[in-house]
């Protein structure tokens, strides 16, 4: 059974930095891709940024220019570098696996705490 641990979360300042890292346990049979989905306070889960095994990336237009994914194929392992961080930004950050014809499995959730 596939398990996503998440690490990186904290409170910060505007326009400081944090990287978030997603590491998968378990057998990953066929092809998959991994992502970060955010969940501001009274707002639904929405996505942040997601990327392929080749390395193609979405990222949603609010953290364009400001956030980075990337991600080791070796460690089954998703980094989130987010730099010039806003109050908006503020939320749980959640990863995901997406394992084609195998479903997908979310972490637990990490907060990420920007004061202005």
């Known amino acids: 059974q596939v398990q996503l641990v998440e690490s990186g979360g904290g409170l910060v300042q505007a326009g400081d930095s944090l990287r978030l890292s997603c590491a998968a346990s378990?057998?990953?049979?066929?092809?998959?891709?991994m992502g970060w989905y955010r969940q501001g306070p009274g707002k639904q889960r929405a996505l942040v940024a997601i990327?392929?095994?080749?390395?193609?990336?979405t990222l949603a237009d609010s953290v364009k220019g400001r956030f980075t994914i990337s991600r080791d194929n070796a460690k089954v392992t998703v980094y989130l570098q987010m730099n010039s961080l806003k109050p908006e930004d503020t939320g749980v950050y959640y990863c995901?696996?997406?394992?084609?014809?195998?479903?997908?499995?979310w972490g637990q959730g990490t907060l990420v705490t920007v004061s202005s």
């Open positions: 995901k696996i997406a394992i084609t014809y195998a479903g997908e499995v």
């Open positions: 990327i392929t095994e080749s390395g193609t990336t």
């Open positions: 378990g057998s990953i049979f066929g092809t998959y891709y």
